[in-house]
């Protein structure tokens, strides 16, 4: 009941500063964001200016030098079940099978056993990993890794999912395969997804609502609401049937090109 | 593509068998030069010696050598000081790898030990461990265990800098991953840092089999009553080129069998990786 009202996310006049004997570096200024439970938000912005900071500040990594962070209503005080995060490049171990990896993060929190074990083998099927349970991470393609590495985070049923660039290492064609079927089990899981992408075309083709940043120190400079006239929503489909793709696309280049 | 092993075929094309052969050819005609280098010393080495083109009273010669070795093997000697060399390099590399791995944890587990510890291990790591060798033999006799603590003291340091360096070199994004899942420090150790290190402790033994051996010759050089370093010392003494040719070859036998030991090891223990 109160999930209609409680946002998956709070963030309220976050400011962020690292320290080092060099100096001091604003990273984050003033950053304030609500993401409704089951929104689907990217955060956009030139690189290097603070966006996987902040997806390290939600995820509860590091704390805030001013402001807050609120997870479904309570304050982020360090890593929560509750968050996944999905890295820039798959990470998987190399020495560990496709299923002991999909299954890590359970086992960390002391909740591998046999009933969880059989949920991790059906989420690797229907991601089209079967036969390739027993298989070493270097016998996979970049695609089906970043599909593990997927089912990795899944696996520990998180609410709120983040994603920083998770698409970045791979080439261009798998990378809009996989975007698709991200895109597509996510929404299905009715997951709260926050993406982090230099990839303005990736965060229109599978967002609800586009989120522009500025350069160092990250301020928020616009904020997009994106709205396709298409009957299902899917990331390639943005891509190429939907007429409005194009203008979101012009406006948002355009004022990270003011601003850069 | 369900599985990568079922698209080889089984039934080879011309082309592929003869590739096969080949590659079988090359790797053949490797292992008999090398059997021929061995050859060809040996065969040199004896008919120089018989030939009187080198003083054998220098230079000993292979069938004395393996007169020596028959010899010793019948009363029994050969196989004791074999075994006491052995012996005190597997205790020091046991126990130096051991001991110097956990030192390699703690460094790890704080960031400030492994500040305030620094220079010791680096200047450790630079003296030359035989300098110690007196202090050993004052603080524990005239025998093994100064031998033992030789070669533990060379293995030690070495395990400490190569297994702390893997431990920093673990891509820091394994560690930022297993934090978002809230893994304690305990379990990154168990779960990242340790298996990811495994092919740096892997080097570190196989350097460390080397040095203990190196650390055991070393002890009974100054110090003992048997064993192949005494062997080698005692022949120098006496002049006798035979017992210590003896001793040298004896000592090539058993690296090249600790060398392939710790290799063996190796390939079982990163099938994961091949």
Partial sequence: ?260 | MRNPEEITLTQYSQAHLAYLAKVKRYRRLILVARVAVLVAIVFLWELSARLGWVDTFAVSSPSRVMATMYRMAADGSLYYHTWITVWETTIGFTVGTLSGAAVAILLWWSNTLSKIMDPYIVVLNSIPKVALGPLFIVWMGNGMPAIIAMALAIAVIVTIMMVYNGFQNVDSNYLKLMQTFGATKGQMLRKVILPASVPTIISALKVNVGMSLVGAIMGEFLVSKAGLGFLIVYGGQVFKMDLIITGVVVLCIVSAFLYYLVSFLENRLLRWQE
């Fill in chain 1, 1 to 260: 009941m109160p999930e209609a009202t409680t946002p998956a996310v709070q963030i309220t006049n976050v400011r962020m500063i690292y320290h080092s004997p060099d100096g001091e570096t604003e990273a984050l200024r003033d950053i304030s964001l609500t993401v409704k439970p089951k929104e689907f938000v990217s955060i956009v912005g030139p690189s290097g200016c603070g966006k996987s900071t902040l997806l390290s500040l939600i995820a509860g990594l590091i704390k805030p030098t001013s402001g807050s962070i609120e997870i479904e209503g309570s304050k982020v005080d360090g890593p929560s079940p509750k968050v996944g995060y999905m890295l820039q490049q798959d990470y998987l171990f190399p020495w560990r099978t496709v299923m002991e990896n999909a299954l890590i993060g359970l086992e960390i929190m002391g909740k591998r056993n046999r009933q969880s074990q059989r949920r991790v083998g059906e989420l690797l099927s229907a991601y089209g990993l079967t036969g390739f349970e027993n298989h070493y991470p270097r016998q996979l393609s970049g695609g089906m890794r970043q599909r593990v590495a997927l089912v990795r985070t899944m696996a520990t049923n998180p609410d709120i999912c983040l994603l920083d660039e998770p698409f970045g290492a791979l080439d261009y064609q798998t990378r809009l395969f996989i975007e698709e079927e991200v895109g597509r089990i996510l929404r299905e899981n009715e997951k709260t997804v926050i993406l982090v992408t230099h990839d303005i075309s990736e965060a229109i083709a599978m967002s609800d609502r586009v989120i522009v940043l500025s350069k160092r120190p990250a301020t928020i400079i616009a904020e997009h609401q994106i709205e396709l006239g298409l009957k299902t929503r899917s990331a390639l489909s943005a891509r190429n049937e939907a007429p409005e793709f194009k203008t979101y696309f012009r406006q948002i280049w355009k004022e990270l090109d003011v601003h850069a």
